[in-house]
Every structure is written in C-alpha cells, then in structure tokens.
C-alpha cells in the first residue's frame, strides 16, 4: 500500500550530462551514481527533440485505438511479447493499473511481425539502433522497446506499477512529458523521478548488480497512478541470450569482497516470476 507521505520527497535528483563525459568531474559524478542509486537521468545525448515527440505521440496514437483493434496484438498466455496488462500468476496478485505493448527489436530475425501494430504506421520506423553492453549477454542479445500506458485510477493503493527490479543490464526510459509517477527507493526513502522533457531516464537493470557483484546498484522502483490524468512512457532495454549464465565477473571476486549472488540462466524469466509475486530477484539469488 502507498503511504501518504511516499507521494514525493523534494530532493535533488542525479542529472548527468553524457556530452561532458570526458571530464573527470562528470566521470566521476556518474561513478557515485551508479555506485550509490543505479538511476538517472540523461541530458546532452544528441537525440532530437522532434524525435522524442515522435516516440510519445506514436505511443498515445496506439493506446488511443479502440479496444478491439488493440486486442488484435494481445500477447498470449505466460508471454511477455504483445499487448495487454498484468498476468495473473497466483490468487492474492494485487494487479497494476497499466497496460503494455511489449515489442522485441532486434535481432531482427527474432521480432514477431504480427504483434507489431498496423496502426500507427510509424510505429515501424523509430529506427531504435541496436546496442549490446557485456561480454556475458552473448552473440545475439535481446532489445526490447515497451510502450506502458497507465489510465487515470481513483485508488491510491493501486500501483501504475508495483515496486520492482528491471530484468535487462540498462533500461533507458522515456517519461511523460507532464505527469510525473516514477519513483526510486534510495537510502530507505521514495524519490520521485521528476520530468525533464526531453531528458532520458538510465536505470541499471538487476542483471548490472549481478554481474558487477553488488558494486553498481539495481534501485528498486515503482509508478505511481494518478486520479486524474493518465501517464505514458516508453523503455528499451537490453537482455541476455535465455541459455546464457549471468553471474559476478570472475576479477570483482576477491576475499575482501566475497561472492554475493550464484549464477542463474533466463535471468528475464526468473525476474519476470518475481515482479508478479511481489518478490525481489536479487534477494532471492543472493548466497
């Protein structure tokens, strides 16, 4: 349940400018960051503005269809690809207030066309450009984009999305350009993640913890629903090859610092499990 005093606490949150990455003083911001929170945002990348509008109104044109046409690209039974709103995995899930489309993009070869939607017809052509980050996500990493659109909802103990770890290394998200709903646990306390138009929102996915055996954080976090406006935002993320083992990188594993979490393959899966169950991923692999 959301106490009241979660709503917002009026702290500064981290803004790192990525053009001024080749100054120590920036370099060494981001190191504290991800050392600390694992979450920020992103000013300074080059990407147009005219393109990040074109991203949100694509977005709001899809969750704008009517009902039936949106239900052509459902996703199917225990599917993350596709469109529709939480799965129900046990009797006592408390379900989100938020419906996804879920697209893969690349490899290419692995994107399911006929979940891909006809309208709007730009949808196909954001030209979101392939990245991979570790050695360990192997020859074919996953990217995938999701469009998460969450409705006016009148209950406050309702999530647009409940706490949780992203599954991928790095999530790069693109918030509403008005309504604010992100929140980030730093240091025991909800830190609402406030908007910056055309500002990137880097979130470090559990994956990153893992590997980097505790030395990056993974920050737990959630989305807020609002009584009286809706909300949309837009991720991509990157995941491993499923029959991949993720696990700490052998040189961050010393005897001063121990081994902190054991090895798992379909790390997507396994967190996925855990977001529906209310469980925390990195606490259930932790040794």
Known sequence: MVCETDFYVP??????????????????????VLRSCGCFQVIGHGISVEFLDKVREVAQQFFALPVEEKQKYSR???????????????????????????????????????????????????????????NQFGDRPALEAKFNFYPPCSR?????????????????????????GLQVLVDGTWRTVPVIPHALVVNLGGLMQVMTNGMFKSPLHRVLTNASKLRMSVAVFDEPEAEKEIGPVDHLVNHTRPRLYRSVRNFTAFNYECFQKGKNSLEELRI
């Not at 500064?12 to 920036?26: K, N, Q, Y």
């Not at 039974?77 to 408390?94: I, K, T």
Request: aromatic share 6%; glycine share 6%; with cysteine.
């Open 156 to 180: 406050p103990e309702v999530f647009g999305a409940k706490p949780h770890l992203d599954r991928s290394g790095i999530t790069v998200l693109l918030q509403d350009k008005e309504v604010e």
């Open 11 to 32: 702290v500064t949150f981290p803004v790192i400018d990525i053009s001024l990455l080749s100054s120590e003083d920036e370099l060494q911001k981001l190191s504290s």
């Open 76 to 134: 199917a039974p225990n599917e993350a690809e596709g469109y529709g709103g939480d799965l129900v995995v046990s009797e006592d899930q408390v379900k989100d207030c938020c419906y996804r489309l879920s697209l893969r993009v690349f490899p290419e070869d692995q994107r399911r066309m006929h979940l891909w939607p006809e309208n709007p017809a730009d949808l196909g052509l954001l030209e979101l450009e392939e990245n991979s980050f570790l």
